[in-house]
């Protein structure tokens, strides 16, 4: 069992950064798949990053967002610059068993999902 906690959303305006921070218990963190995924009102939820044997981006976040993990505090970061409206959402980090050479983006991969985080951007 793994139980994710997410951190470090709130107000920003556009152009500004975030870091949101998700530590994880549980043993064994660096064999798991982290991704990042977000939801805005209305919408399904969509992958943002993810981090196995690579590293993934989803087009709208690519060159502004980078995913990072550090195995020995079970923690995976998402750093988000450049912020536009469009990114307002709830973040939420997940963790699928094992690694694979390319992350999966579809969120049925994932077994355990943290509470969210709320981004918003101002414009």
């Known amino acids: 069992q793994v139980q994710l906690v997410e951190s470090g959303g709130g107000l920003v305006q556009a152009g500004g950064s975030l870091r949101l921070s998700c530590a994880a218990s549980g043993r064994l963190f660096s064999w798991y798949t982290m991704a990042w995924f977000r939801q805005a009102p209305g919408k399904e939820r969509e992958f943002v990053a993810g981090?196995?044997?690579?590293?993934r981006y989803a087009d709208y976040v690519k060159g502004r967002f980078t995913i990072s993990r550090d195995n020995a505090k079970n923690t995976v970061y998402l750093q988000m610059n450049s912020l536009k409206p469009e990114d307002t959402a709830v973040y939420y980090c997940?963790?699928?068993?094992?690694?694979?050479?390319?992350?999966?983006?579809?969120?049925?991969?994932?077994?355990?999902w943290g509470q969210g985080t709320q981004v918003t951007v101002s414009s």
């Open positions: 981090s196995s044997n690579s590293i």
């Open positions: 997940a963790a699928g068993g094992g690694l694979t050479s390319e992350v999966v983006t579809r969120s049925g991969r994932y077994d355990y």
